[in-house]
């Protein structure tokens, strides 16, 4: 039987925690622009101020308001990891459902390539590559995606490969029923929960990396993000500042992969059988 | 057990990080060697060493005979020379490397060995109060980036009660020596461990929860508990023994995700590993050793997988019938 799997994810506590968190998120990235009355990019009056009235978190060195840069820094995140997220899971659709119907050579080649890409650490090449082209925002999806495909290939593929001898579908087959009906009607439910599970992790992935990234400064200077808020914040620490200036913007950062780890946690409770029920119900 | 398939996997991959590091600065507009060594390097040079640097680097030649050239030198040790460092980037790179080997080293030990014991008691009691708990707060903290972990792990212990170090691996200047060095090292550390610990004892922990839901209801089991044996005896030798092998697999895995990891914690804490020199090398756009740096830390933990993939039949036998 398919598994409904917006069921499963509203029933579990970790899902219903992980989507409004993740909710919260995606709020303070749309509604940046009414939540604050500032500009990210605009340098204000004075550096460095504490909380106040008109600057609810202060202002940083360069006397930009943190609570803005905090808004849109949701927007960078988001945007990096949703953007990473579906071109690597379409990837992974491509080459994990080609190789899987073509099999033969092709399949050994797609498959020793994943493999390949597995064991090499994504953090470094990225690093790599970015201290040679310095990549601007739609550069780093590109390459975040191009490193992150290929987990969810070898997962893709061997559902279809399970999906294409399982009994049911032969059986519907037998009855009349046509290729797109069954792709509708049998393939999709059953492989969308492991699409979305992938899609998480890639997302998750991203939204880490694209911090870590600016954390160590590489990446665009212009654009606001949580890592760099942190990175610039970390020279002030013998400052108070960090308490509004740096707590915040990894807080955030925190709670959006928190969001995402208890989603893709519900999503694959569902996924397994024995992993459902007694589950964190 | 070494097969063909994996043989053919770590060398795809040995040949992607070679060919990257090879083609990355080639491949930039301009001038390679400036690419290679950085702009404002290439200013300083004398007409004469950069006459002798392309012909090191056959860089006046086809790229065929670049690439031989290039691993040529890699073979004979030579990675370039760092003009910040004013040292040979092979030896600025091993100077740095036992530190990030100390903090990684122990981290996966400590994150294993807790991960374990945390991952067996959880998946013994599934379902409890004791369980839930445990599984929430660990997949919380699994949500907490290192990094972040380590700065606050740096402001509370470091700079509000001030009982460990905030930089550093050693206290400059202070001609410690024998035990009171040990406990110099390991007070800088402190810190730096107990962040990537905490961040990555989530993923062995989960994982073995889970192989342990599954080996509880395997038939053993239920015959280990038909013979009568004890609650302990069943608990630590017959499921948790089992539960542990899926943690070994993916060890070399891990290990990557910590080298990684220990690039960013060694930045909060001014560690002088790897990471702190990879960071200080973007800074000064130090090209040859940033090339370095990507090269022995990509090789090592492929170096790391391999030895994984080699030893793991050895430890679960049914993996080497399965072949």
């Given at each position: 039987m398919h598994i409904s799997l917006k069921k499963e994810i509203e029933r579990s506590n970790a899902g219903r925690v992980g989507l409004s968190l993740l909710l919260l998120v995606i709020a303070a990235a749309v509604l940046a622009p009414l939540l604050s009355s500032y500009d990210p990019g605009q340098q204000s009056v004075g550096s460095l101020l504490s909380p106040s009235g008109s600057h609810w978190l202060g202002t940083n060195h360069v006397g930009q308001d943190i609570w803005s840069q905090l808004l849109y820094g949701a927007r960078t995140s988001l945007m990096v990891g949703f953007g990473v997220g579906i071109i690597s899971l379409l990837l992974g659709i491509l080459f994990g459902v080609s190789a899987a119907l073509i099999g033969g050579l092709y399949d050994k080649i797609v498959m020793r390539v994943v493999d390949a890409f597995i064991v090499i650490p994504m953090v470094v090449v990225v690093i790599l590559v970015a201290a040679y082209i310095k990549p601007d925002l739609p550069v780093l999806i590109l390459l975040l995606a191009a490193l992150s495909w290929q987990g969810g290939a070898r997962v893709i593929r061997a559902q279809t490969l399970s999906l294409k001898e399982s009994g049911h579908i032969n059986a519907s087959r037998m009855f009349g029923a046509g290729r797109f009906y069954v792709a509708w009607r049998h393939v999709l439910p059953d492989i969308v929960t492991i699409l979305l599970v992938e899609f998480i992790y890639g997302v998750r992935r991203a939204v880490f990396m694209e911090a870590g990234l600016a954390f160590l400064?590489?990446?665009?200077?212009m654009l606001v993000s949580w890592g760099m808020m942190m990175r610039d914040a970390m020279s002030f620490s013998?400052?108070?500042?960090w308490q509004w200036w740096l707590v915040p913007a990894g807080v955030a950062l925190s709670l959006t992969i928190i969001g995402l780890t208890f989603v893709s946690h519900a999503a694959e409770a569902a996924l397994d059988p024995r992993l459902r029920g007694a589950e964190v119900a | 057990m070494l097969n063909r398939r994996n043989l053919v996997t770590y060398s795809i991959a040995f040949l992607f990080i070679l060919a990257l590091n090879f083609l990355m600065p080639r491949m930039m507009p301009g001038d390679p060697l400036s690419a290679i060594y950085g702009d404002e390097v290439l200013v300083a040079m004398a007409p004469e060493f950069k006459a002798h640097l392309v012909e090191s680097f056959a860089l006046d030649e086809p790229m065929w005979r670049q690439f031989g050239a290039y691993i040529l030198a890699l073979f004979q040790g030579d990675m370039g020379y760092s003009y910040y460092y004013n040292a040979s980037v092979f030896s600025v790179i091993i100077g740095s490397l036992p530190w990030t080997l100390l903090v990684v080293g122990s981290s996966l030990v400590l994150s294993t060995l807790i991960g374990i014991a945390l991952g067996i008691e959880s998946g013994w009691r599934r379902g409890s109060r004791t369980d839930r708990t445990m599984l929430a707060g660990l997949m919380s903290l699994n949500g907490f980036p290192d990094f972040f972990l380590g700065l606050v792990l740096l402001l509370v212990f470091g700079v509000l009660m001030g009982i460990f170090p905030l930089a550093g691996a050693l206290t400059p200047y202070s001609g410690l020596s024998g035990f009171s060095l040990v406990v110099d090292v390991m007070k800088h550390m402190a810190l730096p461990v107990t962040a990537l610990t905490l961040a990555h004892l989530a993923g062995v922990y989960l994982l073995t929860r889970n192989t342990m839901i599954t080996v509880l209801k395997a038939p053993f089991m239920l015959t280990a508990r038909a013979k009568g044996l004890s609650q302990r005896r069943l608990k630590y030798h017959h499921a948790g023994r089992n539960s542990m092998l899926p943690v070994l697999t993916v060890t070399g895995i891990w290990l990557g995700r910590l080298v990684t990891g220990a690039l960013f914690v060694e930045l909060v804490f001014a560690y002088p590993g790897v990471g702190y020199l990879t960071y200080q090398a973007l800074l000064t756009r130090d090209y040859p050793l940033i090339q370095g740096i990507f090269l022995i830390v990509a090789i090592a933990v492929l170096i790391a997988n391999f030895a994984v993939d080699l030893l793991y039949p050895k430890l679960d036998p049914r993996v080497s019938y399965a072949h």
């Open positions: 400064g590489i990446g665009d200077p013998y400052l108070d500042v | -």
